[in-house]
């Protein structure tokens, strides 16, 4: 499984950025996704996830400001950030669940977004 984020940058205060994840040597299809970032200093937190079914489930901090969803025809999820804050600062990394570990087990090079206020 290969998994390759792109999307980050530098953003003010108040900012969009949409993050996407491409996935390769997988059945996409099948597993959720996930959205996880790590800040300096700081262990690494999910942001946002999705199920196969496309049901999505978002960290409180980010809630009604950021909206995960996937392709499965294009085997890319996405993460799109609203209402940035110098808070989501971080290297934000995309996941696929794996059902042998029963966890996020594949993970992305991630991608840094930095918010400036």
């Known amino acids: 499984v290969q998994l390759q984020a792109s999307g980050g940058g530098l953003v003010q205060t108040g900012g969009s950025l949409r993050l996407s994840c491409a996935a390769s040597?997988?059945?996409?299809?099948?597993?959720?996704m996930g959205w996880y970032r790590q800040a300096p200093g700081k262990q690494r937190e999910m942001v946002a996830t999705i199920t196969s079914g496309n049901t999505p489930n978002y960290a409180d901090s980010v809630k009604g400001r950021f909206t995960i969803s996937r392709d499965n025809a294009k085997k890319r999820v996405y993460l799109q950030m609203n209402s940035l804050k110098p808070e989501d600062t971080a290297v934000y990394y995309c996941?696929?669940?794996?059902?042998?570990?029963?966890?996020?087990?594949?993970w992305g090079q991630g991608t840094q977004v930095t918010v400036s206020s």
């Open positions: 996941s696929q669940w794996s059902t042998t570990n029963s966890q996020y087990h594949y």
């Open positions: 040597g997988t059945i996409f299809t099948i597993y959720p």
